[in-house]
């Protein structure tokens, strides 16, 4: 989804700021609202739910192996082929994909923002060198990559947080880059430079700022796709590994059970569904309110 915010809207009202008219807009996007109801639910339930219940996700029960979902506790949605109950793994796994969902994003948002602001700031050689290399990093298949990177890095978690941070900064850079050109050439730019403000100094307190709209709208969209990153490498075997749940290696797990128990791939597969739509539908909100002049 491409976000041009090159376009400056009409000016606020005479005591009323831009922000806050942004916030008026995305309250009124009722669909919006209500994604970030029940993304706040599910987040609080990944979080917190697990402690309601006396076991982890990795306790085995082997009084009720392979129990059925009879909404009867303590096993509500009924347990695995190993006695570990299928809501709490669920909910643990949540927290995995959640974590590395909204972290990532906000890493893979952070290096690009920079990195994107410094080229386009710089500009000539500099911005072009810069440019190759995304260029580069651009044209290797994405799953190879991440696969490749997670070997080098020695497997595990961070392993597989870096690989995919690693390759997702480069759509933030390149719309940052394109930003910074623009600002690079303002009155307030040129006024800094003259005073004598380092160029360092003009990237951070004054380009990054003046981007935070683009940033907002596409670390909004970056969010859904770094927990599908996660969900589908677990889903290949080649992020997180069992015991440790995830919703990718759940629903891997689940897909291979699909003939005997559906529910395993149900539960952790309408979780990761309805994530997904809510970021969704929150993205197409922010992007609404941050940059109006695009409905």
């Known amino acids: 989804m491409s976000v041009d915010l090159s376009t400056p809207e009409a000016a606020p009202p005479r005591g009323v700021s831009t922000l806050r008219l942004q916030v008026r807009r995305f309250a009124a996007n009722r669909l919006a609202m209500a994604s970030v109801v029940v993304l706040t639910l599910i987040v609080l339930a990944c979080f917190f739910g697990p402690y309601a219940f006396p ?15 009879e909404l009867s506790w303590p096993h509500l949605f009924g347990t695995d082929e190993y ?27 952070g290096i690009g923002v920079i990195y994107g602001a410094v080229a386009g700031y710089a500009g000539g050689r500099v911005d072009g060198l810069m440019m190759r290399l995304v260029e580069i990093l651009y044209g290797f298949p994405y799953v190879i990559l991440v696969i490749l990177l997670s070997l080098l890095l020695g497997g595990g978690n961070m392993a597989l947080f870096a690989a995919i941070v690693f390759t997702l900064w480069l759509t933030p850079a390149v719309i940052v880059r394109a930003q910074a050109q623009s600002l690079a050439r303002k009155e307030f730019v040129e006024a800094a430079r003259a005073g004598g ?7 951070l307190q004054h380009i990054v700022p003046n981007c935070i709209s683009v940033v907002i709208v596409y ?77």
């Open 83 to 109: 006695g570990r109950d299928l809501l709490v793994r669920v909910l643990e796994g949540g927290q995995v994909s959640l974590t590395i969902g909204f972290l990532g994003a906000l890493a893979a948002g």
């Open 197 to 203: 403000m380092t160029g360092s100094r003009i990237v």
């Open 55 to 69: 076991f982890t996700g990795e306790d085995a029960d082997f009084d009720f192996i392979s129990a059925p979902a």
């Open 219 to 295: 670390g909004s969209l970056l969010v859904p796709e770094v927990i599908l990153s996660e969900s589908f490498l677990s889903f290949l075997g080649i992020g997180i590994k069992e015991p440790q749940a995830s919703w990718g290696n759940l629903i891997s797990s689940g897909t291979s059970a699909m003939d005997s128990d559906l529910r395993l791939l149900l539960l952790p597969g309408t979780m990761l569904a309805i994530v997904l739509l809510c970021l969704n539908f929150i993205a197409d909100g922010l992007r609404d309110a941050f940059d109006p002049n695009d409905r």
